[in-house]
């Protein structure tokens, strides 16, 4: 190409030399303007072709070269997309590129993560299904601390296990003490490991703890792990807090302690643990240590103890504007999911979801279908929480109400209806208004997965009674929406995939479009990056 391009200036160089004087026509006193006005034209015309030419070689060779940046995930026609929405310009951004690294470090990865996971030898077989969900064998680092050796052979699919000291001199409280141990005990494991230079963060969490370890990853990678952090998140039940400590990350949700913190700790914990001997969880002495240090919270609101009774629908619907980072208490909970026939199949759902684009897992996106041709008019509004749920309300519902949680749960410790520590709304029953309800579809399965988005089905739940749907409220509800919207019994999402260095930056739900296709039966949605200056409008007509 370089070749092609360099002969074409010689042309237009021989066309400049051939179009001026020779030195005999310029001494000569005989005036010919008809020849030179001729020249002139001819001397232009080459040189705009010869512009054109080149142009248009500069054009072939970055279209050859370049065009793989250019490539969208789909070509059209295509038969799995939605038609009427595919636009290709709404998947196209420019990736944020990550902060500057320190000069002796990288970003931080799994490598330099080292998880202390606090168990029993009672326990571990019924909960050890949670943690190998997440843990990468031969690839993630850490162990399962446990009060005594395990009887029977320990399975290949489970983290390796430690035994933790003996900690009978703290009598009933001696397990919540062992336990605050662990940290310090993994970090005096790792002082004597040849590698010890590349653990950045500690990582606790129980047994039933389930992490999401990409966003975990990307969470700690906007903090400087030189410095000393503590990062977690406390309860959503008020009454839990109030009874222990808002400034504590609580235990089952997982917490994150960068090294030099933990090399403080360590110094203090064994007259730390005496002095707070009489607090009932590992967590609380924990925090109580560290604030002896000077060291406080810094809250990450996708760390999830769950403490919370019954049906934990509402608050993954609406997930805060962050990564999910963990989730806990799940043995207490109804299964995420309502047509799987356990929690652990519910979370393998997810984890199939959360698998194509983890940064994007949970997050929401809000838009509106104003219908066409006989629906004109009947305007719907739709809430996403990617790879988990779709929302469908018959009705306009502005953004402020869709992203405050359905309480479709109570307080952990008195199953009351409150406080938490985020709004709620209250999820109506039919008799009181049944058009009010959303109609709710949950994630199938992903329909495409490409480099750049991802095509997911969602499918009408008619089996669950706690979600507002069945026949019921089709008798009591007689909104000219609510036909609409009952006619529609799967919803498609197209979305980029989400990059997952945008968590460094001032957090922004996505954008989306909607509309329905196939006579109403299906529900095709597009999420994308927000353009500037755009909202989340809602529509003046309903």
């Not at 050890?128 to 050796?149: K, P």
Request: glycine share 6%; with cysteine.
């Amino acid at each position: 190409m370089m070749t092609m391009m360099m002969m074409m200036m010689k042309a237009w160089k021989w066309q400049w030399h051939l179009s001026q004087p020779t030195d005999a026509a310029a001494s000569s006193s005989a005036p010919a303007p008809a020849s030179t006005s001729l020249e002139i034209r001819r001397h232009c015309t080459s040189t705009t072709v010869c512009f054109l030419i080149l142009a248009s070689c500069t054009l072939v060779a970055y279209a050859a070269f370049f065009s793989e940046q250019l490539r969208l995930p789909w070509t059209s026609p295509c038969t799995l997309c939605p038609s009427a929405l595919y636009n290709p310009n709404h998947l196209i951004h420019i990736p944020v590129a990550p902060g500057p690294a320190s000069p002796s470090s990288g970003p931080t990865d799994l490598s330099h993560i080292v998880f202390a996971i606090g168990g029993s030898a009672h326990t571990w077989d019924r909960r050890r299904s949670y943690t190998e969900l997440w843990w990468r064998h031969n690839y993630t680092r850490g162990h399962v601390w446990l009060d005594h050796a395990p009887i029977g052979t320990w399975p290949d699919t489970s983290p390796p296990y430690m035994i933790s000291r003996n900690m009978s001199r703290y009598g009933n409280r001696a397990s919540a003490s062992r336990i605050a141990a662990a940290v310090v005990e993994a970090y005096h494991l790792v002082s004597l490991a040849p590698e010890k230079e590349q653990v950045r963060w500690f990582v606790m969490g129980d047994d039933d703890t389930v992490f999401f370890v990409e966003n975990l990853i990307g969470v700690l990678q906007k903090y400087d792990h030189e410095q000393m952090y503590y990062l977690g998140m406390p309860s959503e039940s008020v009454e839990q807090d109030v009874m222990h400590s808002y400034g504590m990350a609580f235990g089952g949700g997982g917490f994150a302690i960068s090294y030099p913190a933990v090399a403080e700790l360590a110094g203090v914990m064994d007259t730390c643990l005496d002095r707070y001997a009489y607090f009932y969880g590992s967590d609380q002495r924990i925090q109580s240590c560290l604030a002896e240090l000077g060291i406080p919270l810094t809250r990450e609101p996708g760390f999830h103890q769950v403490d919370v009774r019954g049906d934990i629908y509402g608050m993954l619907a609406a997930h805060p504007i962050a990564p999910l980072v963990s989730l806990h208490h799940l043995d207490y909970v109804k299964p995420i999911i309502p047509n799987r026939t356990s929690q652990l199949e519910s979370l393998q759902s997810l984890f199939s979801a959360y698998r194509v684009d983890p940064a994007r897992i949970l997050q929401q996106a809000f838009c509106y279908d104003a219908g066409a041709g006989a629906d004109a008019g009947l305007v719907l509004s739709v809430s996403v929480s990617w790879g988990y749920t779709v929302q469908v309300y018959p009705s306009v519902r502005p953004p402020r109400e869709l992203e405050t949680p359905l309480q479709t749960f109570k307080t952990w410790r008195s199953s009351s209806d409150g406080p938490f520590i985020f709004n709620t709304r209250p999820l109506s029953h039919p008799n009181q208004d049944p058009c009010a309800r959303p109609f709710i579809y949950f994630f199938d399965r992903v329909l495409h997965d490409q480099t750049d988005a991802s095509l997911t089905q969602y499918t009408s739940d008619n089996t669950s009674t706690d979600h507002a749907q069945g026949e019921t409220k089709a008798i009591l509800c007689n909104n000219k929406g609510f036909s609409a919207a009952s006619r529609i019994d799967r919803v498609r999402v197209l979305a980029p995939k989400m990059d997952p260095f945008l968590w460094k930056q001032a957090p922004r739900r996505h954008c989306c479009t909607a509309r329905r296709t196939k006579w109403g039966r299906m529900l095709e949605v597009q999420i994308k990056y927000c353009s500037p200056g755009e909202s989340t409008m809602t529509p003046l007509s309903i």
